[in-house]
């Protein structure tokens, strides 16, 4: 007989086997992010990238606040499990080059530039 914490963590760890969650996962353990974000440097349509999203505020391991018109995505282990895997999933998940590299494209990606934000701002000042 499953006991409801052996089916909490069962869930967790069912969170972790998908190789996109993950990325999420690291991506926001890099910096937090709106799924405008995530959808960019993932190349998801944003759709399968909300979806993965839920599933990992369902378990516990990220949480999301308003800003503005963005919803914005950000770690928030709340016990003990959650921390430890987490753990695991930053050591593990990518190499050394693969961390490198969404670093850098991670420090590229701005939500107000992917919404078109920025563009106008721009585009003003240029003009002014």
């Known amino acids: 007989m499953e006991t409801r914490i052996f089916k909490s963590t069962l869930r967790k760890l069912k969170a972790l ?31 399968t990238v909300s979806r993965h999203l839920k599933q990992l505020e369902d378990t516990g391991f990220i949480n ?3 800003e503005g018109n963005w919803t914005i995505y950000f770690l928030d282990p709340e016990d003990k499990v959650i921390s430890q895997l987490l753990d ?11 961390w490198h590299e969404l670093k850098k494209t991670l420090n590229a990606v701005d939500r107000c530039s992917i919404s078109g934000n920025g563009r106008d ?8």
Request: glycine content about 4%.
């Open 88 to 98: 695991l999933v930053m050591a593990n998940a990518l190499s050394e080059l693969e």
């Open 121 to 128: 701002k721009t585009a003003k000042e240029n003009t002014a």
């Open 64 to 66: 999301s606040r308003r």
């Open 17 to 47: 086997s998908d190789g996109t969650r993950m990325k999420i996962l690291a991506m926001l353990s890099v910096r937090s992010m709106c799924v405008c974000e995530l959808t960019h440097v993932l190349g998801l349509a944003q759709p």
